[in-house]
């Protein structure tokens, strides 16, 4: 099959989460598979000094009611079989530091700015002439591609394709004022309930969910969880009158990159038949934080985004009760400056139990993976999640909260690999540690815990292959 990926982050060329990893990831299993794949991706700030990129000797220039936009089609080939293709547009994507805002907030032109990935990614695969049976869309950035081939390339060999729509966060859905129809010439007859209109507004995501004709999310659980009003965000509804539509594939994890066996970021390496390299993981990882050494307590780490989703504000209200035992914590991430502060306090109230880093460092976040006895994930909600796959994989215990994602790979209970918690309280997640207290306290029953975890195989093969079995469905209907 000839696919074509679009997606608004493709790791490594740009990432703000786990949708650049599985854009990055998934194309490259299903090139290993045999498929021929493009990837089509905005050229930001950030991708100008990689040096991969060629030119393709295609520009494009497309015209809105708001004016003419373009720029140059880059190529970056990473095999035989799978492609990146970039869109440049100094307008959209030059001199900007995030990918869809800053300090300042949201960027106020983010309805171009992805209006012109959608036409332009349709527009590229056109003048490049790959014609995919499949165009495989991620997130709200992408929601206007299957309104575009229907209304804009009827007629053309691109109209043949059949979109999959691929929803990573259904909490963030692109929704910007009515006059963005007018803005970007759509028609009006789409502004309804049944298309593109969400409490008189346009909703990209929207779009991607009514118009695609597969609908995929990076869960089973989540793919249940977001057919109801708790976690539907307004659109349980749609979802459910398109429930035949949907389906839930797990999300993989790079294999390579998250294997302690041969992890370079570690100062020690180790693996299920011998453990003695995590010890000297976790000595690093105080010492990296300035922590003491000696003794024997337990380390409890986060490597988050910190936001609301990710429970930090209840891990802040529960902590400094559970620091009253013999026990460390570690976190490294950024977000939410409140958050952020509320970590550095807790730092400075038990700087020789805790430590904080605040930033993006995959060192570090390697060394937290590695060097933790148990791995913290409090989340109100999670379509997916990867850190606890890679806890798993490196023998550290997860402690997560049991909804999407979570609840598909961390397995609880006496033969468990994992703690699982149910309530999002205080009372729920302080009994969990406890439990991991008491774990840790017999190294026979906690080595049968790692043990276990780290025999899981979460790489991308087996998803793969279900999207493989799906795209084929599409194409032989």
């Not at 949708?19 to 930001?44: F, M, N, Q, S």
């Not at 520009?59 to 035989?80: D, H, K, N, Y």
Request: one cysteine or more; hydrophobic letters at 40%.
């Amino acid at each position: 099959m000839k696919i074509l990926f679009i997606a608004s982050e493709v790791t490594p060329f740009s990432k703000t989460g786990g949708l650049g990893d599985v854009a990055g990831a998934l194309p490259t299993a299903l090139a290993g598979l045999g498929h021929d794949v493009k990837i089509v991706t905005p050229r930001y700030q950030d991708v100008r000094n990689t040096g991969h990129l060629l030119p393709t000797g295609q520009s494009l220039v497309l015209r809105f009611p708001f004016g003419e936009s373009g720029g140059p089609i880059l190529s970056a080939r990473l095999t035989e079989r799978l492609e990146v293709l970039f869109l440049e547009n100094e307008a959209f994507y030059g001199g900007r530091k995030g990918l869809y805002g800053d300090a300042g907030g949201e960027f106020a032109d983010n309805p171009r700015r992805f209006a012109y990935l959608c036409v332009g990614a349709l527009q590229a695969a056109q003048r490049l002439r790959f014609f995919p049976d499949i165009i495989h869309l991620h997130d709200w950035q992408t929601g206007l591609v299957p309104v575009a081939l229907r209304r804009g390339f009827q007629g053309t060999p691109l109209a043949k394709a059949k979109c999959v729509f691929t929803i990573h966060n259904l909490a963030y859905q692109g929704q910007f004022p009515k006059r963005t129809m007018e803005d970007l010439g759509l028609p009006w007859d789409l502004f309804t309930p049944e298309g593109v209109e969400f409490y008189d507004h346009v909703n990209y995501l929207k779009a991607g969910l009514v118009y695609s004709e597969a609908l995929t999310t990076v869960s089973p659980t989540y793919a249940r969880e977001i057919q109801t009003p708790e976690q539907g965000y307004g659109l349980d509804g749609l979802l459910r009158r398109r429930s035949h539509a949907l389906t839930g594939i797990l999300n993989g994890i790079d294999s390579h990159e998250w294997n302690p066996q041969t992890d370079a970021f570690l100062p020690a390496r180790y693996g299920p038949d011998d453990m003695t390299g995590k010890a000297m993981c976790k000595r690093g990882l105080l010492e990296r934080f300035g922590l003491p050494t000696q003794g024997n307590a337990p380390v409890f780490g986060i490597v988050s985004r910190l936001a609301w989703q990710k429970g930090v504000d209840l891990l802040l209200e529960t902590l400094p009760a559970a620091l009253q035992a013999d026990l460390k914590f570690v976190a490294v991430g950024n977000g939410d400056p409140a958050l952020e502060a509320g970590l550095q306090a807790l730092q400075a109230r038990f700087p020789k139990q805790v430590g904080v880093h605040i930033g993006f460092d995959p060192e570090l976040s390697h060394l937290v993976e590695a060097g933790a006895d148990f791995f913290l994930m409090p989340s109100r909600y999670e379509p997916c999640g990867l850190n606890q796959m890679y806890s798993l994989r490196y023998g550290t215990v997860p402690i997560v909260r049991a909804t999407g994602g979570l609840v598909d790979t961390v397995e609880g209970g006496l033969d468990g690999n994992g703690i699982l918690f149910e309530s999002f309280h205080r009372s729920a997640l302080l009994a969990a540690i406890r439990r991991a207290l008491s774990l840790y306290a017999d190294p026979g029953r906690l080595g049968d815990f790692q043990v276990r975890g780290m025999g899981k195989d979460f790489s991308w093969a087996a998803s793969a292959r279900k999207y493989e079995a799906l795209f084929h469905s599409l194409v032989e209907e």
